[in-house]
């Protein structure tokens, strides 16, 4: 599939551990994405990187980005229970006209308090 | 609103019945992307406007499922003479513009149930 594999599919960690999870995929990107969803409902965006970017930090977030190995991985440090989520990273795919995204399947974090 | 809405938040309808999706996007922006959440699929993109016009429709799973834009705002998703596997999340995101990069701001969806 296009649509490349996230792993673990799903992790549970306690309160203050760190929680990374993994993105492969097999087509060249422009940049990749993570997103957040709660609840099967809308999607969060959390962060982007650049295909010419190795790595990224938003506030607990840290994002990096292997091209040679197409992977990229998010870690959450310090995790809270409010970081229960699944986690998708997408993919900008194709030439400079436009944005669509291809997602993965997604890791579901637990955080147990 | 400040961000994109999407209505009804939840249809249920029976087989066959004719469905319409929208979404209104946040305003100004140009880009406008439908989405399908089904379980064991992950996401999957649909349609993409750029403006009025959707120059890449090859999401679309079936003719039974159609899209428009109005004003370069309002977009209606169609599906018609349901059936049970359209079963899904429906999600709408919006964009500044289609260029990247992008930070695609997504709706909370329409979860549509067929029967």
Not at chain 1, 25 to 52: A, D, E, F, M, P
Not at chain 1, 97 to 112: A, D, N, P, R
Not at chain 2, 30 to 43: I, K, V
């Amino acid at each position: 599939s296009q649509q490349g594999e996230e792993d673990p599919q799903a992790l549970s960690i306690q309160e203050g551990e760190n929680a990374t999870m993994n993105c492969s995929y097999k087509t060249s990107i422009n940049n990749l994405q993570w997103y957040r969803q709660n609840s099967g409902r809308g999607l969060v965006h959390l962060i982007l990187i650049r295909s010419n970017e190795r790595e990224k930090h938003s506030g607990r977030l840290r994002v990096t980005l292997d091209t040679s190995k197409k992977s990229s991985s998010l870690l959450i440090t310090a995790s809270r229970a409010a970081d229960t989520a699944s986690y998708f990273c997408a993919r900008r795919t194709g030439g400079t006209s436009y944005g669509k995204l291809t997602f993965g399947q997604g890791t579901i974090l637990t955080v147990h308090p | 609103g400040a961000g994109v809405s999407q209505s009804p938040s939840n249809k249920v309808t029976e087989k066959g019945k004719d469905v319409e999706l929208r979404c209104d996007p946040i305003s100004g922006h140009t880009a406008l992307y439908w989405y399908r959440q089904s379980l064991g699929q992950g996401l999957e993109f649909l349609i993409y406007f750029q403006g009025n016009s959707a120059p890449d429709k090859s999401g679309l799973p079936s003719d039974r499922f159609s899209a428009e834009r109005t004003g370069g705002s309002v977009s209606t998703l169609t599906i018609q003479r349901t059936q049970q596997e359209d079963s899904a999340v429906y999600l709408c995101a919006s964009s500044l513009a289609g260029l990247a990069p992008n930070e695609q701001f997504f709706g909370p969806g329409t979860r549509l149930t067929v029967l």
